[in-house]
């Protein structure tokens, strides 16, 4: 027990190490050379020449590490700053997503008929891509105002993370098991009362899969939401320093948005799993 | 007139090109404060019937009355102890029972619904689990629980669908021994559901055989003659109790009541052919090389003479 314990720590750091390491060989440097007429140049050598290596990338971004929340100026700020704005247009789009995805899943799981209707529709909206339906969005919103891009960016979160939100609580709706219904059913129990006493409860642990899902989706969208909006948060942040060809900072934004994406994940599934405990 | 009264019943399932009837020409009539048995064979269609009861599912063609009232659905005048207890596992014991006191009666005062669940649940004996979920009791506990929530609801009959089939003996020994005295106590009348004869003798007034399915109908009833005590290391050796179990036992072997038995098996063939060691050997033509053939045949074995 105490050594599989030890593993579980240890061997993930291992993996780290040895992917820094070969990071670090792959990863093209910097030297400067003198030439034969006196003047000075830099040049970059290595195997994949632009890829700043783990080194001089902590050694260019740190101040955007060690400050998390600083704000020095409107595109330079501390890295979690960033990765607060995100967040926030994220939760947003999220909760849009449960909150239309929720009831429909239920209707899908409910009616047959509904979900003959709709299930191909459905089936064919799930894999466009943020990217396509961002245009829209902005179309669509063009004359809120001020807010139109940020009503864009909400409906493109939205529409793209409620999917696994649907089809999960129709999968979790259509689960439930007949011996519930009959209980409810002896009980004469009404139809709210049914849907609030002995559905529900019964999908829960369904729905809190596709939670988890349309999370992982919504912060997949964030990004490319920012890059084409332009509204300030750690995909924009990415974009305007690949602009100005600062390469280190592309990937601190990557880590950072990885773990972020890993953090929620983990978080999502500690509060599925408790509902799967109680099933 | 009996209080439950089943007239002329049939019940089958599927479309009408495709429709295999399960219960055929089934004729009950139970007396108020009774407890009739019915002992079938698995598959024969005996939690079909209990539903009929409960108004889960409305017969084809004949009537079903309690207390000459057609049975038009499901209510909570009928209690029913599910085949797999069919508790909500999000509840705790306490509120597992809750929810059907809650809905069987809204009028009641808070103190009153806790009163009655307190005592159903003392009545079984869970008094120390009541706070525990479904998933952390064992398969008898749970079977308690189902007992107790459905007197919670005070029908007027209570219905056991096998209440002691997914257990192991043992506990069944016990339990058939709890779960008749609480039925008795009650003074309801109940119509317990089994696939075993003695469990049937040890616990009912009255045992009604099941013929096996397609097309099940109900035996001839037998009555059990019994002191009511029944204690079950004595009625082991209680030559009544043996004569009524070979009756009974007698009617669900005999002609007419027993299952076709059929198995089916899936042979596997050896996948080479033999090689014929006459022709000669030779690139053209001549001998073929063994050949692989790979295919099953399914062969039915009817067991009845
Ligand atoms: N809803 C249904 N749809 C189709 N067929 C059904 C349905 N319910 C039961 N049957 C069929 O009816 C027959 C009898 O089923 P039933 O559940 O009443 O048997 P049982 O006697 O209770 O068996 P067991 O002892 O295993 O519980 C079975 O062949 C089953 O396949
Ligand atoms: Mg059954």
Redesign the pocket.
Known sequence: MKKIHWESVLMPLVGIALTLLAWQMISGRTVTRSLADGTVEEVRLGWVQDLPGPVQTWEKTRKYVVEPFAKREELDQGILRFTWYSLVIVAKGYAIALILGTPMGFLLGLSATFSKMFDPIIQVLRPVSPLAWMPLGVVLFANAGKSANELAALFTIAVCAMWPTVLNTAVGVRAIPQDYLNVARVLKLSRTQTLFRIMIPATLPYMFTGYRLSLGIAWLVIVAVEMLTGRIGIGNFLWNEYNNGLYTSIVLCIVTIGLVGFSLDRAMSLLERRFKGIL | MSFLVLDRVSKG??PPEAR?E?LRGVDLSVEQGEIVAIV????????????LVSGL?GPDTGSVRLDGRTIEGPGPDRGVVF?NYSLLPWLTVAENIRLAVDSVFPGWTEAQRAEQVDRHIHLVNLTPARDRRPGELSGGMRQRVSVARALAMDPRILLL??PL?ALDALTRGTLQDEISRICRASGKTVVL?T?DPDEGILMADRIIP?SA??GATLGPSFPVVLDPTRDRRALNHDPRFKALRAEVVAWLMGPGARPAVSVSRKLILPDLEPEDLEIPRSLIGGRRRPRRRSEERRETVDLNP
């Open positions: 399932f599927g295999r399960v079938g064979y698995s598959g024969a269609g005996k939690s079909t019937l209990l539903h599912l085949q669908d096998e089939g559901i696939n099941l399915g397609p």
